[in-house]
């Protein structure tokens, strides 16, 4: 079964608003040429994750190219008294059809447990985006063998009452916190070990369906364009979600062109 591929950039806190939009229409230059292969199923799904603030401008700038837009979180509620948060309704009003939730950075500095970043997918699903959920272990729990069992909870509590269905708006990233802007990669037999892990995790969630062989699943940290070949060769890898690399034109043109 081919599945199309991904290549999701994730900006983190970084670049405003102007940089964003220079950056996005350096992107679509070096696709100009390619512009048929935005609707074809040829080219890797291309989504560009910018700062809440960023959003609206990032979404009028690439309009109309292969550019997709997420954001990096969404909160459950509709609305509320929750200073800081976002709602889904204000993503797909400034234009996300993305969002990115379970980052370890969430996990790690501001308190995302298994049960809120499963609130969060849920809201993305409701909300009409796509989700691309975040599992991965630390330096710790790799040295202690525990990766496996990490990620099996993570990826059992995330997708907590979530039906076969909804998958198609589900894409999981395995990001090893080790190697998130560490320039640590891992190989790509420990890539592809895990990535495999959670397929075989998916068919059991979801048995009956085919859930397991049409699910994206992205590998993140430290993917750059000397080493995005061979993690996308991977058998289980279909695409990547990107940090550092994806805030230079030069290097996600590279990864995009190397999912192709
Ligand atoms: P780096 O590519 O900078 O390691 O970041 C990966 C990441 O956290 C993407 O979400």
Same mark, same amino acid.
């Given at each position: 079964?081919?599945?199309?591929? %991904?290549?999701?950039?994730?900006?983190?806190?970084?670049?405003?608003?102007?940089?964003?939009?220079?950056?996005? =229409?350096?992107?679509?230059?070096?696709?100009?040429?390619?512009?048929?292969?935005?609707?074809?199923?040829?080219?890797?799904? %291309?989504?560009?994750?910018?700062?809440?603030?960023?959003?609206?401008? %990032?979404?009028?700038?690439?309009?109309?190219?292969?550019?997709?837009?997420?954001? !990096?979180?969404?909160?459950?509620? =509709?609305?509320?008294?929750?200073?800081?948060?976002?709602?889904?309704?204000?993503?797909?009003?400034?234009?996300?059809?993305?969002? *990115?939730?379970?980052?370890?950075?969430?996990?790690?500095?501001?308190? =995302?447990?298994? @049960?809120?970043?499963?609130?969060?997918?849920?809201?993305?699903?409701?909300?009409?985006?796509?989700? *691309?959920?975040?599992?991965?272990? !630390?330096?710790?729990?790799?040295?202690?063998?525990? +990766?496996?069992?990490?990620? @099996?909870?993570?990826?059992?509590?995330?997708?907590?009452?979530?039906?076969?269905?909804?998958?198609?708006?589900?894409?999981?990233?395995?990001? #090893?916190?080790?190697? $998130?802007?560490?320039?640590?990669?891992? +190989?790509?037999? =420990?890539?592809?070990?895990?990535?495999?892990?959670?397929?075989?995790?998916?068919?059991? $969630?979801?048995?009956?369906?085919? %859930?397991?062989?049409?699910?994206?699943?992205?590998?993140?940290?430290?993917?750059? #364009?000397?080493?995005?070949?061979?993690?996308?060769?991977?058998?289980? $890898?279909?695409?990547?979600? *990107?940090?550092?690399?994806?805030?230079?034109?030069? !290097?996600?043109?590279?990864? $995009?062109?190397?999912?192709?």
């Amino acid at each position: 079964m081919s599945r199309c591929k %991904v290549i999701a950039g994730n900006w983190k806190m970084n670049l405003d608003a102007a940089q964003g939009v220079e950056l996005v =229409e350096k992107l679509k230059s070096e696709f100009s040429g390619c512009a048929s292969c935005c609707s074809c199923d040829r080219g890797p799904e %291309v989504v560009v994750c910018p700062p809440f603030t960023t959003l609206p401008a %990032v979404v009028a700038a690439a309009k109309g190219s292969r550019l997709k837009v997420g954001a !990096q979180n969404i909160h459950w509620a =509709e609305k509320g008294a929750f200073t800081g948060e976002i709602s889904g309704a204000m993503l797909t009003t400034a234009g996300a059809t993305h969002v *990115i939730v379970g980052h370890s950075e969430r996990r790690q500095y501001f308190g =995302e447990t298994d @049960e809120t970043v499963n609130k969060r997918l849920q809201a993305g699903l409701a909300n009409g985006l796509t989700v *691309i959920v975040c599992v991965g272990e !630390q330096l710790l729990e790799r040295v202690d063998g525990t +990766t496996k069992a990490v990620v @099996e909870r993570q990826v059992r509590a995330a997708l907590a009452g979530v039906d076969a269905a909804a998958m198609s708006k589900v894409i999981i990233a395995y990001e #090893p916190v080790w190697a $998130i802007g560490t320039g640590k990669v891992a +190989t790509t037999v =420990e890539a592809q070990e895990v990535h495999a892990f959670i397929r075989a995790l998916l068919k059991q $969630i979801f048995v009956g369906s085919n %859930v397991a062989e049409t699910t994206r699943i992205l590998y993140g940290g430290s993917m750059n #364009p000397d080493n995005a070949a061979g993690l996308l060769a991977q058998k289980d $890898i279909d695409g990547g979600l *990107i940090g550092g690399a994806s805030l230079k034109a030069d !290097q996600f043109a590279a990864l $995009i062109r190397a999912a192709h």
